[in-house]
């Protein structure tokens, strides 16, 4: 007898979390594996954080918080927001969660029916398919191209939007892509949203502060759509603070208390210590945090050499990514190879899965990103550590015939 209800068995598992698995299982067997498949900063959470979640625990932050998060720490987002974004919360508006995954599950299943239709630029991260799926919603996806950096136009998004349409995922600085909107293409795509005024958008903007681009623009700061943005944060990504599991959202007022109502009835508020830990996050502005400007200068000197790398590999395709920690090759002229033993490799499963045998290299197939051509680089680790995986995926591409 199946005891296990549908919606689990619709439901796949994470594929970047899947490649890590087997990866530790290998790394248990004594393998060197290289992982380049998480997305997780290699740097260490700020001595200021630190101090602050020691200085908690001291002060007895032990016990339950409010379900949106301690009032100290709702005021700081919103400092930090009008500083960083000049956008205007109030406590009120703000939902701390136990990560910035959360905040989007309690965003979508608040707001989408069974049936209503969320468009979702390609590639995208892993999770928002199947969080669709969990709210019974249908995702409509709307195809970008490695030519044009991975960001599709407005007019691309014009054409998807229908009566049906209820909400729009979106994602800047990117991750699979590590793509990176323009202000002229956020005011382009933000004149469709403002002629639909019954679409709204989650704005996921968890890699605000990884951005080589300049100055990071907000989808919310666009004064005619904003009651319909719900932006989407955290302290994961730029702050070096992945295991502190700590993200938030920022929405009109409905919508944010219907967040809370939400996540009242699924793990109330999240760890006191990390909240008061990132209340210190959000006070400091970024430009002056010596680690954070380090760690990104040391991303933007990984991309630039893993590029440099990839592009002296024949077969991958690549684009110059402005944000995040990724790079996301076209591979697809390797599908019609076989390994020396005859076997096929017929698409990106196949092939991430045969350099995580033969390379002890862990990548992540686009076909969770939902582009199948591609596949998924994670620069977060060591200069070293990428010039060796790049040799050793170099030497088993080599062997393909």
């Given amino acids: 007898m199946n005891f296990l209800s549908d919606r689990i068995a619709r439901l796949e598992e994470s594929a970047t979390l899947a490649m890590t698995r087997m990866s530790r299982e290998l790394e248990s067997q004594g393998i060197d594996v290289i992982n380049l498949s998480i997305g997780e900063p290699d740097f260490d959470t700020p001595l200021f954080i630190k101090e602050a979640a020691k200085k908690a625990i001291d002060d007895n932050y032990s016990h339950y918080s409010p379900v949106p998060g301690f009032q100290e720490l709702r005021e700081a987002i919103c400092i930090k927001l009008k500083r960083d974004n000049n956008l205007d919360y109030k406590a009120s ?3 701390a969660s136990t990560g910035a995954k959360q905040a989007l599950a309690n965003a979508i299943l608040s707001l989408v029916n069974p049936g209503e239709e969320v468009i979702i630029p390609s590639p995208y991260w892993v999770s928002y398919s199947e969080l669709i799926k969990l709210a019974e919603g249908h995702a409509v996806y709307v195809k970008a191209s490695i030519e044009n950096d991975f960001k599709i136009t407005a007019s691309q998004l ?5 009566a049906k349409t209820k909400l729009i995922m ?7 892509t590590g793509s990176v909107y323009t202000h002229e293409e956020l005011k382009s795509i933000a004149g469709v949203i403002e002629a639909n005024p019954h679409v709204i958008v989650i704005a996921d903007e968890i890699y605000e502060h990884i951005n080589f681009a300049g100055k990071h623009e907000s989808l919310a700061s666009f004064p005619a759509i904003k009651d319909r943005i719900i932006l989407i944060n955290g302290v994961s990504k730029g702050y070096a603070m992945t295991g502190w599991r700590l993200g938030y959202l920022a929405a009109n007022q409905e919508i944010a208390t ?3 109502k ?3 009835q699924i793990t109330s508020g999240t760890c006191s210590i990390s909240q008061m830990a990132a209340v210190q996050a959000m006070l400091r502005d970024p430009n002056e945090v010596e680690e954070i400007k380090i760690m990104v200068e040391a991303f933007r000197n990984r991309r630039d050499l893993l590029l440099g790398l990839l592009k002296e590999i024949p077969g991958l395709k690549v684009n110059l990514p402005d944000g995040a920690f990724y790079i996301f090759p076209e591979a697809n002229s390797y599908f019609s190879k076989k390994t020396k033993e005859g076997q096929c490799i017929c698409n ?3 092939l991430c899965m045969y350099l995580l045998r033969d390379a002890h290299v862990a990548l992540v197939s686009g076909e969770a990103f939902g582009d199948p051509n591609c596949i998924r680089f ?22 393909l015939v």
């Fill in 158 to 162: 014009e054409k998807a939007i229908n």
């Fill in 378 to 399: 994670s620069y977060a680790t060591s200069e070293d550590r990428l010039i060796e995986a790049v040799k050793r995926i170099r030497t088993s591409l080599d062997k």
């Fill in 93 to 95: 508006q703000i939902v």
């Fill in 258 to 260: 219907a967040c809370n």
């Fill in 262 to 264: 939400m996540q009242g």
């Fill in 170 to 176: 979106f994602n800047s600085p990117c991750n699979p």
């Fill in 348 to 350: 990106a499963d196949h």
